[in-house]
Antibody
Framework: EEQLLESGGTLIQPGGSLRLSCAAS????????MSWVRQVPGKGLEWLSV????????YYADSVKGRFTISSDSSQNTLFLQMNSLRPEDTAIYYC???????????WGQGTLVTVSS | QSVLTQPPSVYAAPGQKVTISCSGS????????VSWYQQLPGTAPKLLIY???ERPSGIPDRFSGSKSGTSATLGITGLQPGDEADYYC???????????FGTGTQVAVL
């Protein structure tokens, strides 16, 4: 069974940095495009970034470009999201998701909450 | 932020049918396949429809999807209380190289 488990969410001050992890099991992470999606509680879904082509290609939403970096470690079968220069508006639940066709997020983690506040 | 427009809410009685529209543009829905996601209260989103009208294993045929031009539609027949959730359409946007979600629609079963 495919599973994704996010971790690393916490309370952090504005301007700080944080790295989220997404541990995959039941499949080989680098064989699929992998995305990060966030959701402000009570609001809609916002796609942030995708890592595809066995890690060779990345895309980012304008809202996080230059501040967030997506990466993976094949030895750990884990996806990461490095978040720098965090802002209060980055407060959200962060989900990782596996992409089965290039445009289909078919497996999702349970999410990890990031709160950016002083 | 969202470039795909959905109605905020739809509702119907148990057993009835609802449809949710998703309006985009030539660079997203018009150029790529559409997926639909269901998010039950307090849970992570779940894939409901992919490639415009395909259902993953385990999704009942009460759920259906279609696409025409720059718009897509999700249909739910035989509405059940367990269908109360938020529903999101999504597609890749070719011109911006980003994945875009719809604004989301809350389905209520009266």
């Amino acid at each position: 069974e495919e599973q994704l488990l996010e971790s690393g969410g916490t309370l952090i001050q504005p301007g700080g940095s944080l790295r989220l992890s997404c541990a995959a099991s039941g499949f080989t992470l680098n064989n699929y495009p992998m995305s990060w999606v966030r959701q402000v509680p009570g609001k809609g879904l916002e796609w942030l970034s995708v890592l595809r082509d066995n890690g060779a290609t990345t895309y980012y939403a304008d809202s996080v470009k230059g501040r967030f970096t997506i990466s993976s470690d094949s030895s750990q079968n884990t996806l990461f999201l490095q978040m720098n220069s965090l802002r209060p508006e980055d407060t959200a639940i962060y989900y990782c998701a596996k992409d089965s066709t290039g445009t289909t997020l078919d497996s999702w983690g349970q999410g990890t909450l990031v709160t950016v506040s002083s | 932020q969202s470039v795909l427009t959905q109605p905020p809410s739809v509702y119907a009685a148990p057993g009835q049918k609802v449809t949710i529209s998703c309006s985009g543009s030539s660079s997203n829905i018009g150029d790529n396949s559409v997926s639909w996601y269901q998010q039950l209260p307090g849970t992570a989103p779940k894939l409901l429809i992919y490639d415009n009208n395909e259902r993953p294993s385990g999704i009942p045929d009460r759920f259906s999807g279609s696409k025409s031009g720059t718009s897509a539609t999700l249909g739910i027949t035989g509405l059940q209380p367990g269908d109360e959730a938020d529903y999101y359409c999504a597609a890749w946007d070719t011109s911006r190289s980003v994945y875009v979600f719809g604004t989301g629609t809350q389905v209520a079963v009266l």
